[in-house]
């Protein structure tokens, strides 16, 4: 019998929407660590600018201007998700409340700097596709890997507290390691994709060299809360990103390596986590203890609306020698007080909800769950670092673009393959009785775009 139907219809891919899509951030990222010179914390929260403080301001203001001349003053016709306005009340507030902090000129120029990032992450979020995405994560990836290089082979003067540690230009290991440990995230994301190859830029054995050269700098940068997070993201990676089975694997895995590296590796581990530290350090986490303490003593003179964006940086300076709040949780309550915590717990928890929604797609599963892999990393770090709550460095950059990368997978939607019937097409089929039947075939529906 002749068969009378139709080809199921796909909608075609989204266009690119540019070199702009991972060019701006990493633009954004770079020039907020990425530093030729050490700096004490005192200039830095008093306002003076030098030559690279002034870079840093002209490449934010080079990244909104050409958002601006390219699309305009006004923000594309879709519905506003709920991700995106959590985003916008975060970083609205935190920029606002520079006008009441007690280093005005340092918070007004970090609050700025947030609401470009953030306009260039909702950029994104409207106009990229996930193959934009994913060249921004392979030259993250790349950018990484040059910077271990030009660590291994020009190193930088050092100061006392790291000149054990790894490093490269004037990045201090902190930072440098939360680099390492998203490029680690990232390169195991694609490395395990054994059912989707077409994600893949690289050969896997790219993949397998770059993991190894990734996985030793972070080691070496001896930055403990990093690797913390990698470990975190790395479980929540795996037991997300390939369904039920990513599960098992982590599980069977796990056990086994956990295993191997206690029975190894165990001296090293021991010297990794001490970092030749005394038994009163390794007690007050490096003086963090201390420090927080002082922060909630601060935190409850201010408690609604906190003491302003950047108070925290130089407020601890006299009295413990710290700047910033070493947790990002407190580093908020200082700086935004209750309601801008409020606003920060909100974003994270909206952030987590979707991804982890997004992790039930087939379809979707192995982006939503490195995006959810580098989330729980960051989560982890940002107990004993503030950089996920302030502005203009790579964790805070990271997040909007996590917010970003949700919205494009939200936008794609998930599991194509639900179908809807179109009773103006027939299909032929033949029926037990001798009749012909004529039934509407099954035609795959467009993705909704959210």
Known sequence: ??????????????????????????????????????????????????????LEIAVYGAAALYLVWRFGLYLPRRRTTGLLLAAWCFCG?????????????????R?????????????????????????????????????????VAHPFPRTLHTESRFNWLYVHPVIAGVYLAVA?????????RWNRPQDRLWHPVVYVVALAVLTGALVATGTRGAALGCAAGLLVLLATARGPKGRIDVIVMGAAVSVLAVLAFS??????????????????LNSRTE????????????????????????????????????????????DNGVVGTVAFAALLLTLGFVLLTLCRHRTLRADAGMMLGIFGCFLTDSMTTEGL????????????????????????????????????????????SGATVTAAPYVERAPQES
């Open 1 to 54: 019998m002749t068969v009378k139907g139709v080809f199921p219809r796909r909608r075609p891919p989204a266009p690119s929407a540019g070199w702009w899509a991972y060019a701006l951030p990493l633009a954004l990222m770079l020039a907020s660590d990425y530093k030729l010179r050490s700096r004490d914390v005192d200039n830095a929260v008093s306002g003076s600018a030098d030559l690279t403080v002034v």
């Open 267 to 284: 001296d090293k581990i021991l010297a990794f986590v001490s970092r030749g530290e005394s038994t009163e350090q390794l007690a007050t």
């Open 93 to 109: 507030y935190v920029a606002f409340s520079a006008l009441w902090s007690p280093f005005k000129s340092l918070g007004i120029v």
């Open 389 to 432: 709550a302030a502005p203009a460095n790579v964790s805070s950059v990271w997040l909007f673009l996590l917010v970003a990368w949700t919205e494009v997978l939200r936008r794609q939607g998930g599991d194509p393959a639900v179908v809807q019937r179109r009773p103006e097409e027939a299909l032929e089929r033949p029926d037990p």
């Open 291 to 334: 420090l927080w303490s002082l922060a909630m003593d601060a935190f409850r003179e201010e408690p609604i609306f906190g003491r302003g964006l950047g108070a925290s940086r130089g407020l601890f300076l006299d009295s413990i020698g710290l700047g910033g709040g070493h947790n990002a949780f407190i580093n908020a309550l200082v």
């Open 111 to 151: 609050g700025v700097e947030l609401l470009i990032t953030m306009l260039v992450a909702h950029t994104i979020a409207t106009r990229a596709t996930p193959e934009d995405l994913r060249k921004l994560a392979h030259v993250f990836v790349g950018i990484v890997l040059v910077s271990v290089g030009i660590g």
């Open 184 to 192: 680690i995230l990232l390169v195991v994301g694609y490395l395990i």
